[in-house]
């Protein structure tokens, strides 16, 4: 396991190995996962827009989870022959959250699957530009955009998915969703004795959590901090 | 508990859902309420455990002498009202253990976590569970069997005084099923005073758990009450067969 401050721009190349990042200043990371290279990486972003590039070179993979708090964050991604990227991109936030994000198959047999998680906290502006790629003599590649902003005031939330489609032997999905919290879930927790903010609390957290699949018990503490105040107050 | 519905009318989205509906159920005591579908059965499961979605425009639910009508769910819960939904949802991101944990926290019960884990995990144990879900998202990829039998472990950690059943039978299969029972009828042993209201279609889930009081329901009321012989008599000649079929089973 590598963890990583980042203040300033930096390449990475990532190795077969997982990553902890934690960035908390406005910069621009480039992700290189060179042939048959199998990476994990976890990414925590405090207070800050960034910009992630990632190149996944043929026979290479990569699972990012990311967690988001009052930040925007955009990602380039260049995917190449027989590679593979599976993203979950939260981000909670009382403050402005635009996001553009485009993925672009460059070979055959490659998959992405990118979703999405908002939660739009107050009355201010949460915007996802999801902007799928596939050019023309490419086949036999899956891409999956799945997007979803929860507005928890009246806030101004906004998702364009594009699918940008110029193949057809191509596999190519995309959903939009934005709604408010699932009253299902809020009245079964509060069933179980929980109270209301609590409740919500612990939906809001199921909802940045959901899709993700690498440790992220520091996600979870960051969550937590958010939630109660604190350093984001 | 002692509950008591006092004639009750219920109505959402303007609509009249439960019509001078009344039930008294006494400490310890089992009952059914059976009755097809669309007669308010689920409804009245979620009036008593007070959903929003319903609004109560006569009548009265008290319980120990107390009106619990302006209550929240979750004050409802506090009080030891446990729901078994007919269809438990998932909660992709929150896990069993910590949901559990989340509401025995809430109640002021929580006694550390080696007492609360070995807990957890003996009753997981009673249920036939793997220990592996606890960790997983709630019910995310659970089977209804599981789900359910996720429900009844909430009620051996919780220790609810007042149960209600909603079709409990429904996505569980017949090995499931006795389990699941069994382990309630345990629980019920160890907590003479829980009180039990079944609501259920079929008479299969009375096989396992049996109560004292059968009342059927049509129209948003109880139109017919009895004992178990009740469910029989609606097993062999459906409802609308037994509600004509005079005896002692009028309701008063």
């Given amino acids: ?233 | 508990m002692n509950l008591e519905i006092k004639n009750l009318f219920v109505e959402t989205d303007n609509k009249e859902i439960l019509n001078d509906f009344n039930l008294k159920i006494n400490e310890g005591e089992i009952h059914a309420i059976m009755g097809p579908n669309g007669v308010g059965k689920s409804t009245l499961s979620k009036v008593l455990m007070g959903y929003p979605d319903y609004s109560v425009t006569k009548g009265d639910i008290i319980v120990d002498n107390n009106s619990i009508k302006s209550l929240e769910i979750n004050e409802r819960s506090k009080l030891g009202i446990f729901l078994v939904y007919q269809n438990p949802i998932s909660i992709d991101g929150v896990t069993t253990s910590e949901l559990i944990k989340a509401s025995i926290d809430t109640k002021g019960e929580y006694k550390g976590l080696y007492k609360y884990v070995l807990e957890l995990e003996t009753n997981t144990d009673k249920l036939d569970m793997d220990k592996e879900m606890l960790h997983r998202g709630f019910n995310v990829g659970f089977s209804g069997g599981e789900r359910k039998k996720n429900e009844i472990l909430q009620i051996l950690m919780l220790k609810p005084k007042f149960i209600i059943l909603d079709e409990l039978d429904s996505g569980l299969d017949v090995d499931s099923l006795k389990i699941v029972s069994s382990v309630l009828n345990d629980y019920l042993k160890e907590n003479p005073k829980t009180s039990v209201l079944i609501i259920t279609h079929y008479t299969r889930i009375l096989d396992y758990i049996k109560p004292e009081f059968v009342h059927m329901m049509k129209d948003g009321k109880i139109v017919k009450d009895g004992d178990f012989s009740l469910a029989k008599l609606i097993e062999k000649y459906g409802y609308n067969q037994s509600f004509d079929i005079e005896g002692n089973y009028n309701h008063e």
Avoid at chain 1, 56 to 77: H, K, M, P, T
Avoid at chain 1, 188 to 217: P, Q, T
């Fill in chain 1, 1 to 233: 396991m590598n963890k990583i401050q980042i203040d300033k721009d930096k390449i990475i190349n990532l190795e077969d190995d997982e990553y902890q990042l934690v960035i908390n200043h406005d910069c621009n990371i480039e992700f290189i996962v060179n042939k048959t290279i199998n990476s994990k990486v976890s990414i925590l972003v405090k207070s800050s827009n960034i910009n992630i590039k990632i190149l996944l070179e043929s026979n290479s993979s990569l699972i990012i989870n990311q967690l988001g708090c009052d930040s925007s964050i955009n990602y380039d991604v260049n995917i190449n022959n027989n590679s593979n990227l599976y993203v979950v991109d939260s981000i909670i936030s009382k403050v402005d959250s635009i996001n553009n994000i485009n993925l672009s198959h460059k070979e055959n047999n490659s998959e992405i699957r990118f979703y999405t998680n908002g939660i739009n906290l107050d009355n201010r502006k949460m915007y996802y530009n999801v902007n799928g790629i596939i050019s023309k003599d490419i086949s036999d590649v899956y891409l999956e955009e799945n997007s979803k902003i929860i507005n928890i005031k009246d806030g101004d939330s906004k998702i364009i998915p594009n699918l940008i489609v110029d193949s057809k032997d191509i596999s190519a999905n995309h959903s939009a969703y934005i709604g408010t919290l699932d009253n299902d879930i809020l009245n079964y927790l509060m069933s179980r004795g929980i109270e209301k903010d609590k409740a919500k609390d612990l939906i809001i957290k199921s909802i940045l959590l959901s899709k993700m699949n690498l440790n992220i018990d520091e996600f979870i503490k960051e969550i937590g901090l958010y939630i109660e105040g604190g350093e984001y107050e």
